[in-house]
């Protein structure tokens, strides 16, 4: 697609359930990022994907925490049996391969917004 | 490790005055440097980044930045405000010999202007 698609937009769920936000980037990008944006805390890093691996995946706060990628494009976060601190914007980003000219740059998408109740 | 500094959760200015938001930033390294806006409601946009050479940037929308390595600073100006400049700014940092490829982002700066 021409941008970074993320769905749902909004997502409202009652404490303990779980939930998975989908992250479509754009074609041809290999890397992918799960960033976590809450009220006064910036962007918190979560998950970086190169390909369909992720060689850092520091950032995920518990192991209710986790993510895949599949195919080398879309990627799934899931976070299992949500708490009220989950709630947050999830946001997706993306960026092309890595190379002499690529520095890094990413494209976000608009972000999943997740209220836990 | 690395990590990003907004001193200000605020800036306010009046439109046509020149605006400055400010960002220190730590690396073990040498930085890519970035700058993002997020208006209500929407991602983040790319606005500027600084990779090497002039340490003056120029980016989207009339936006600069300047990087200073003594201070390490990298601090977003525009010579004359507008109102539709009003955002929520962050900037960002990668370390270039890092195995890992994410930004850190700074806290964010709400830009305010005034009509």
């Known amino acids: 697609g021409a941008g970074v698609s993320q769905s749902p937009s909004n997502k409202v769920t009652e404490k303990g359930k779980d939930v998975e936000l989908r992250c479509d980037p754009i074609s041809g990008h290999t890397a992918l990022y799960w960033y976590r944006q809450s009220l006064g805390q910036g962007l918190e890093f979560l998950i970086y994907?190169?390909?369909?691996?992720?060689?850092?995946k520091s950032g995920l706060p518990s192991d209710r925490f986790s993510a895949e990628r599949t195919g080398g494009s879309v990627s799934t976060l899931t976070i299992q049996r949500t708490q009220q601190e989950d709630s947050a914007v999830y946001l997706c980003?993306?960026?092309?391969?890595?190379?002499?000219?690529?520095?890094?740059?990413?494209?976000f998408g608009e972000g999943s917004r997740l209220t836990v109740l | 490790a690395q990590s990003v500094a907004q001193p200000e959760d605020q800036v306010n200015v009046a439109e046509g005055n020149p605006l400055t938001v400010k960002c220190t930033y730590s690396v073990s390294g040498n930085p890519y440097l970035f700058w993002y806006v997020q208006y209500p409601n929407r991602g983040l946009q790319f606005l500027l980044k600084?990779?090497?050479?002039?340490?003056l940037v120029k980016g989207s929308y009339g936006f600069e930045a300047e990087f200073n390595k003594s201070q390490t600073s990298f601090h977003l100006k525009k010579p004359s405000a507008l109102v539709s400049d009003s955002a929520l700014y962050f900037c960002?940092?990668?370390?270039?010999?890092?195995?890992?490829?994410?930004?850190?982002f700074g806290t964010g700066t709400l830009l305010a202007v005034q009509p």
């Open positions: 980003a993306s960026s092309s391969p890595e190379g002499t000219v690529n520095t890094g740059e990413l494209f």
């Open positions: 994907f190169q390909g369909n691996s992720a060689p850092d």
């Open positions: 960002a940092v990668r370390d270039r010999g890092s195995a890992t490829n994410k930004l850190i």
């Open positions: 600084y990779i090497t050479g002039d340490n």
